[in-house]
T-cell receptor, first 113, second 113 residues
Framework: DAMVIQNPRYQVTQFGKPVTLSCSQT?????MYWYQQKSSQAPKLLFH???????NEADTPDNFQSRRPNTSFCFLDIRSPGLGDAAMYLC????????????FGPGTRLLVL | DQQVKQNSPSLSVQEGRISILNCDYT??????FLWYKKYPAEGPTFLIS?????DKNEDGRFTVFLNKSAKHLSLHIVPSQPGDSAVYFC????????????FGTGTSLTVIP
């Protein structure tokens, strides 16, 4: 089945220790998104890639970076995680950047100690 | 600032009855609205959508109503089934900003057998 896969499902890191979250997709979609969802809050878009074009949301902290080495994979790098970065990170994809359904992965829950 | 609001964190309904989930938005530029359903340990999955040129869209047991003047939409589930127990997210997008979704905080629906 075509899908969006996120690894790992749970990630524990230490305060200030860089961490990378991974997302892959078999849908062959052009656009990949990263959302952050904190407890009891709405998912918030951090950035997205249209193919190799990177689009950062204005209020996404510089501590968050992303890489998309090919169509299938996208990574979220948190350079120096703080306690406030503990959250669920959701990856999503869509075929175009026009308004259409986004397909979500199961998410990675990040815990910062 | 939260542009999409779901003011009811939770809702309980008896099996077979109607579930009504509500969503309000503040941005008059929003012209496309979606509902996502999320089970524990899974990513959100698309449920139903509506464009601002319509005021109703129906798909089986699920109907979404849009009241543009009130900036309000609702999701009706009839009849409710125990398998509908999940968190429901409302999302909105504006054609002018492409496929950028603004999510609500979600409503946890419990359907009691």
């Amino acid at each position: 089945d075509a899908m969006v896969i996120q690894n790992p499902r749970y990630q524990v890191t230490q305060f200030g220790k860089p961490v990378t979250l991974s997302c892959s997709q078999t849908l062959n979609h052009n656009v990949m998104y990263w959302y952050q969802q904190k407890s009891s809050q709405a998912p918030k878009l951090l950035f997205h890639y249209y193919d190799k074009d990177f689009n950062n949301e204005a209020d996404t902290p510089d501590n968050f970076q992303s890489r998309r080495p090919n169509t299938s994979f996208c990574f979220l790098d948190i350079r120096s995680p703080g306690l406030g970065d503990a959250a669920m990170y959701l990856c999503a994809t869509s075929y175009t950047s026009f308004i259409e359904t986004q397909y979500f992965g199961p998410g990675t829950r990040l815990l910062v100690l | 600032d939260q542009q999409v609001k779901q003011n009811s964190p939770s809702l309980s309904v008896q099996e077979g009855r109607i579930s009504i989930l509500n969503c309000d938005y503040t941005n008059s530029m929003f012209d496309y609205f979606l509902w996502y359903k999320k089970y524990p340990a899974e990513g959100p999955t698309f449920l139903i959508s509506i464009s601002s040129i319509k005021d109703k869209n129906e798909d089986g047991r699920f109907t979404v109503f849009l009241n543009k003047s009130a900036k309000h939409l609702s999701l009706h589930i009839v009849p409710s089934q125990p398998g509908d127990s999940a968190v429901y997210f409302c999302a909105a997008s504006a054609t002018s900003t492409g496929n950028q979704f603004y999510f609500g905080t979600g409503t946890s629906l419990t359907v009691i057998p």
